[in-house]
């Protein structure tokens, strides 16, 4: 498999300029660049090999091939079932499952997304490693972006902070909601003598919950929610605190009578893709274990 590599015809705006100025400006970072020239990376301007000084001239031809990634040796490939939403060369779309983890931990060493991601590279012909740009909870199903190469991992990381990678997730709440729709802001730190559990505390990271009502039901309510910030089980502990747990979440007081894990699903992605320069959107439809909960209290 070839190394990712970028290309450019300089135009007469760019002449003169410093050849690390430019790259810059292209969201190459100094790390990025670092890497290029001490990992086997190469900056090739008219086919000849140059350093970062280079002052660039109009119609140079400008290629930038970033080291080869080798997959990390303590992570195996496994087949692991996941649904392809989306791929191009950059980043994949997929559906994860619940019950399986993003990635390996010492509870679940093996199994995981990663591990299915590796296993699908493998199967053609792609020597990658895995870059997550948004995690799910083992137990939490839906939609998740995944970037290909470490360049578009950074770029994808950068949308991530402005916010413009926007999550959409539905879930079921134990009670019925009496809002149609609302904003939680409560703080979220982690809760004393666990590493696990979250809690609210005055003394947290801010985290923003918004929320929507789809459907009241017997004794749940069908919600949308959409995440302003992205602490851990932000949403299972912003529903907990409203008094409203999801259903099955026996970590912050639901109840698995109907469903053996939090039914929470992401069900939607919208973000902005640097290469093919427009927002793209995905959905994913609701698991079976969430629909059997649905239909059993319509």
Not at 90 to 110: A, F, G, W
Not at 160 to 170: A, N
Not at 174 to 180: P, T
Not at 264 to 285: A, E, R, V
């Amino acid at each position: 498999m070839k190394s990712f590599q970028l290309n450019w015809i300089i135009d007469k705006e760019h002449e003169g300029m410093y050849l690390r100025e430019f790259l810059r400006k292209q969201q190459i970072s100094k790390a990025a660049l670092t890497d290029i020239k001490f990992h086997g990376g190469k900056i090739i301007v008219n086919g000849k090999e140059e350093n970062v000084r280079y002052v660039l001239k109009k119609e140079d031809v400008v290629v930038v091939i970033f080291p080869k990634e080798k997959p990390s040796e303590s992570m195996k490939p496994e087949k692991v079932p996941f649904e392809i939403v989306f791929e191009d060369e950059h980043c994949l779309v997929v559906n994860k499952p619940p019950y399986v983890s993003t990635i390996p931990s010492r509870e679940h060493p093996s199994g995981s997304l990663a591990n299915g991601l590796l296993y699908h590279f493998q199967q053609h012909g792609e020597e990658r490693t895995v870059h997550i740009v948004n995690r799910l909870d083992r137990d939490t199903s839906g939609i998740m972006l995944v970037a290909k190469h470490r360049f578009s991992h950074s770029l994808f990381s950068k949308e991530q902070q402005k916010g413009t990678i926007k999550r959409t997730y539905v879930a079921i709440v134990h009670g019925v909601l009496k809002q149609d729709h609302g904003t939680i802001q409560a703080p979220i730190s982690r809760k004393e003598d666990s590493i696990i559990e979250r809690t609210v505390r005055e003394d947290g990271q801010q985290a923003i919950t918004h929320f929507r009502v789809l459907k009241r039901l017997q004794k749940c309510t069908f919600v949308e929610l959409q995440l302003e910030t992205g602490r851990t089980h932000q949403i299972r502990v912003h529903m907990a605190h409203i008094g409203h747990p999801l259903c099955g979440d026996a970590l912050y007081g639901g109840e698995k009578t109907e469903i053996n894990r939090q039914a929470l699903h992401s069900y939607q992605i919208d973000f902005y893709h640097p290469f093919c320069k427009k927002t793209l959107s995905f959905t994913c439809p609701i698991p079976e274990d969430m629909k059997n909960v649905l239909n059993k209290h319509a």
